[in-house]
């Protein structure tokens, strides 16, 4: 049986197969339970193995690639052209096997498991986040439909809670003030393991080469330094900076014709949780921009001067992005980019 190429269907439990020959024509389809596939593909001999990026792939493709085959993930939306007609498993399966042996396909690097280990500490703290978030406007709302109101912000909710429990003046019902407890509580709770978060990631950024050169960069903390290394590992999936930026959300959507360049607005896709670091990184440079370096400094100053103040953040988020993405790359420590004119001065 002649194998070139193998596009695997993956589900929780039951898996489906597809092989192609060098033709493009189906000579295998078949269903799998995980270790019903694993040792079916012990012995197989086939050219590329190709599956969706999603939950379960970069195990399956670890696995896989111990068996000395060559694995590589394709991302959903670069399968579905693919897909001929209707949907099923097999039929996804066939669209897998068809796209993995395209020479121009974009591919996920399979992730090992410390950066699996580091994007899980995120994707926790990252919910700890939210939740303290909602659990902050909860007790804003409560407090509003009593007549108590309090400023946005985690802050001021901290500041004043204690002090309008302990008010026996207030119109606050005793049921109403046990529940601002149990919540005060729970916003105490989970500052707490957002704060142990916060030391292992701090742990981790000090053990790291990598993270240490991404932090002596400006706006970019231990949180998005180890969330870029968790995402992209050393950068090496991308061709230039540019494509990095693109992946990450903060390049403008182009439509061009006619010979026209036509950019529209950023687009809502990419990593989002990145690009939101990216982003509150890009905020925090801006807030000390006299404070940077003479050259970036003064990109700054020209770029705030004719542009509006939300998209000059996301043109220096798209910077620190590049910036990013070379000293990962090259394994490079960032130099800070000097004006030639204060070098001659």
Same mark, same amino acid.
């Given at each position: 049986?002649?194998?070139?190429?193998?596009?695997?269907?993956?589900?929780?439990?039951?898996?489906?197969?597809?092989?192609?020959?060098?033709?493009?024509?189906?000579?295998?389809?078949?269903?799998?339970?995980?270790?019903?596939?694993?040792?079916?593909?012990?012995?197989?001999?086939?050219?590329?193995?190709?599956?969706?990026?999603?939950?379960?792939?970069?195990?399956?493709?670890?696995?896989?690639?111990?068996?000395?085959?060559?694995?590589?993930?394709?991302?959903?939306?670069?399968?579905?052209?693919?897909?001929?007609?209707?949907?099923?498993?097999?039929?996804?399966?066939?669209?897998?096997?068809?796209?993995?042996?395209?020479?121009?396909?974009?591919?996920?690097?399979?992730?090992?498991?410390?950066?699996? *280990?580091?994007?899980?500490? !995120?994707?926790? /703290? $990252?919910?700890?986040?939210?939740? #303290?978030?909602?659990?902050?406007?909860? %007790?804003?709302?409560?407090?509003?439909?009593?007549?108590?109101?309090?400023?946005?912000?985690?802050?001021?909710?901290?500041?004043?809670?204690?002090?309008?429990?302990?008010?026996?003046?207030?119109?606050?019902?005793?049921?109403?003030?046990?529940?601002?407890?149990?919540?005060?509580?729970?916003?105490?709770?989970?500052?707490?393991?957002?704060?142990?978060? *916060?030391?292992?990631?701090? !742990?981790?950024? /000090? $053990?790291?080469?990598?993270?240490? #050169?991404?932090?002596?960069?400006?706006? %970019?903390?231990?949180?998005?330094?180890?969330?870029?290394?968790?995402?992209?590992?050393?950068?090496?999936?991308?061709?230039?900076?540019?494509?990095?930026?693109?992946?990450?959300?903060?390049?403008?959507?182009?439509?061009?014709?006619?010979?026209?360049?036509?950019?529209?607005?950023?687009?809502?896709?990419?990593?989002?949780?990145?690009?939101?670091?990216?982003?509150?990184?890009?905020?925090?440079?801006?807030?000390?921009?006299?404070?940077?370096?003479?050259?970036?400094?003064?990109?700054?100053?020209?770029?705030?001067?004719?542009?509006?103040?939300?998209?000059?953040?996301?043109?220096?988020?798209?910077?620190?992005?590049?910036?990013?993405?070379?000293?990962?790359?090259?394994?490079?420590?960032?130099?800070?980019?000097?004006?030639?004119?204060?070098?001659?001065?």
């Amino acid at each position: 049986m002649e194998l070139f190429t193998l596009g695997i269907d993956l589900g929780k439990t039951t898996f489906h197969l597809v092989g192609m020959n060098q033709r493009g024509d189906v000579v295998v389809r078949k269903r799998f339970s995980r270790t019903q596939l694993l040792c079916f593909t012990a012995n197989l001999q086939v050219e590329l193995i190709g599956m969706e990026a999603c939950g379960g792939s970069h195990f399956l493709g670890r696995a896989l690639r111990e068996q000395g085959h060559e694995v590589r993930l394709i991302p959903a939306q670069y399968v579905k052209p693919y897909v001929k007609t209707n949907k099923s498993d097999y039929i996804d399966a066939e669209a897998i096997a068809e796209a993995v042996g395209r020479p121009r396909m974009r591919f996920v690097p399979i992730k090992s498991d410390d950066q699996l *280990d580091l994007q899980s500490l !995120h994707r926790v /703290r $990252e919910r700890w986040v939210m939740r #303290r978030t909602a659990v902050v406007n909860q %007790i804003r709302g409560l407090l509003l439909e009593r007549g108590i109101t309090l400023r946005k912000g985690r802050r001021y909710v901290d500041a004043a809670l204690p002090g309008i429990l302990a008010d026996t003046d207030s119109k606050l019902s005793g049921s109403v003030r046990v529940l601002l407890m149990e919540l005060k509580l729970e916003l105490e709770q989970l500052a707490d393991k957002i704060e142990r978060s *916060d030391q292992s990631i701090e !742990h981790i950024a /000090r $053990e790291n080469e990598a993270c240490q #050169r991404l932090v002596a960069m400006p706006g %970019i903390g231990p949180v998005t330094a180890t969330a870029l290394i968790a995402t992209i590992g050393n950068g090496s999936a991308f061709r230039k900076g540019r494509d990095f930026a693109a992946w990450l959300g903060v390049v403008p959507e182009e439509h061009s014709t006619g010979g026209k360049q036509t950019l529209w607005q950023i687009p809502l896709r990419g990593n989002q949780y990145l690009r939101r670091l990216f982003v509150q990184c890009a905020r925090a440079v801006m807030q000390h921009k006299t404070k940077q370096s003479s050259g970036l400094s003064a990109w700054l100053v020209q770029l705030t001067a004719r542009t509006h103040h939300n998209i000059a953040i996301v043109a220096l988020a798209n910077k620190l992005a590049r910036m990013a993405w070379a000293v990962l790359t090259k394994n490079e420590v960032y130099r800070p980019p000097i004006l030639v004119d204060a070098i001659a001065g």
